[in-house]
Protein backbone atom coordinates (compact mmCIF):
# COMPACT_ATOMS: atom_id res chain seq x y z
CA UNK A 1 0.00 0.00 0.00
CA UNK A 2 1.30 3.51 -0.05
CA UNK A 3 3.79 4.96 1.94
CA UNK A 4 4.03 1.72 3.90
CA UNK A 5 -0.24 1.78 5.22
CA UNK A 6 -1.28 -1.52 6.50
CA UNK A 7 -4.77 -0.40 6.04
CA UNK A 8 -6.90 2.47 5.62
CA UNK A 9 -10.23 1.86 8.15
CA UNK A 10 -13.21 3.15 7.13
CA UNK A 11 -15.34 5.45 9.30
CA UNK A 12 -15.79 5.25 11.99
CA UNK A 13 -13.91 2.44 12.87
CA UNK A 14 -13.96 -0.27 15.85
CA UNK A 15 -10.91 -0.02 18.26
CA UNK A 16 -10.48 -3.24 18.06
CA UNK A 17 -9.89 -3.26 14.28
CA UNK A 18 -7.23 -0.15 14.72
CA UNK A 19 -5.52 -2.38 17.72
CA UNK A 20 -5.32 -5.15 15.16
CA UNK A 21 -4.17 -3.43 12.43
CA UNK A 22 -1.24 -1.69 14.90
CA UNK A 23 -0.43 -5.00 15.79
CA UNK A 24 0.20 -6.19 12.00
CA UNK A 25 2.12 -3.57 11.08
CA UNK A 26 4.76 -3.99 14.24
CA UNK A 27 5.18 -7.51 13.38
CA UNK A 28 5.78 -7.20 10.08
CA UNK A 29 8.41 -3.84 11.11
CA UNK A 30 9.89 -6.70 13.00
CA UNK A 31 9.97 -9.40 9.85
CA UNK A 32 11.99 -6.56 7.83
CA UNK A 33 14.14 -5.82 10.18
CA UNK A 34 14.93 -9.13 10.86
CA UNK A 35 15.32 -9.38 6.98
CA UNK A 36 17.44 -6.67 7.13
CA UNK A 37 19.84 -7.65 10.07
CA UNK A 38 20.54 -10.91 8.45
CA UNK A 39 21.29 -9.44 4.49
CA UNK A 40 23.98 -7.43 6.95
CA UNK A 41 25.26 -10.22 8.45
CA UNK A 42 25.50 -11.83 5.16
CA UNK A 43 27.49 -9.05 3.66
CA UNK A 44 29.87 -8.79 6.44
CA UNK A 45 30.24 -12.56 5.82
CA UNK A 46 30.73 -12.21 2.29
CA UNK A 47 33.46 -9.44 3.06
CA UNK A 48 35.19 -11.81 4.81
CA UNK A 49 36.30 -14.31 2.09
CA UNK A 50 37.87 -11.70 0.13
CA UNK A 51 41.49 -11.16 0.51
CA UNK A 52 43.50 -8.51 2.38
CA UNK A 53 43.93 -7.09 -1.28
CA UNK A 54 40.26 -7.33 -2.34
CA UNK A 55 39.24 -5.87 0.78
CA UNK A 56 41.50 -2.84 0.10
CA UNK A 57 40.56 -1.87 -3.25
CA UNK A 58 36.64 -2.84 -1.86
CA UNK A 59 36.79 0.27 0.34
CA UNK A 60 38.18 2.27 -1.97
CA UNK A 61 35.85 1.20 -4.60
CA UNK A 62 32.67 1.78 -1.81
CA UNK A 63 34.19 5.34 -1.48
CA UNK A 64 33.44 5.76 -5.19
CA UNK A 65 36.69 6.24 -6.39
CA UNK A 66 37.34 5.46 -10.50
CA UNK A 67 39.43 2.76 -11.02
CA UNK A 68 42.32 4.67 -12.26
CA UNK A 69 42.12 6.80 -9.08
CA UNK A 70 42.07 3.17 -7.17
CA UNK A 71 45.49 2.50 -8.93
CA UNK A 72 47.12 5.75 -8.05
CA UNK A 73 45.97 5.10 -4.53
CA UNK A 74 47.57 1.93 -4.41
CA UNK A 75 50.38 2.75 -6.59
CA UNK A 76 49.82 0.23 -9.01
CA UNK A 77 50.30 1.07 -12.37
CA UNK A 78 48.20 -1.82 -14.22
CA UNK A 79 44.85 -0.58 -14.46
CA UNK A 80 43.62 -4.52 -16.14
CA UNK A 81 45.17 -5.84 -12.87
CA UNK A 82 43.30 -3.60 -10.98
CA UNK A 83 39.71 -4.34 -12.88
CA UNK A 84 40.66 -8.28 -12.53
CA UNK A 85 40.87 -7.62 -8.86
CA UNK A 86 37.13 -5.81 -8.38
CA UNK A 87 35.69 -8.40 -10.85
CA UNK A 88 36.70 -11.34 -8.56
CA UNK A 89 36.13 -9.40 -5.82
CA UNK A 90 32.22 -8.31 -7.09
CA UNK A 91 31.83 -12.11 -7.72
CA UNK A 92 32.34 -13.14 -3.69
Not at 9 to 22: K, N, S, V
Not at 48 to 70: F, S
Request: with cysteine.
Amino acid sequence: MKAGAVEFPDQPFRERHLLGAIAQAIERDRRRAGAKERDGRSCWTRYELLTPREQEVMELVVKGLLNKQIAAELENGRNQRLRFSAARMMKK
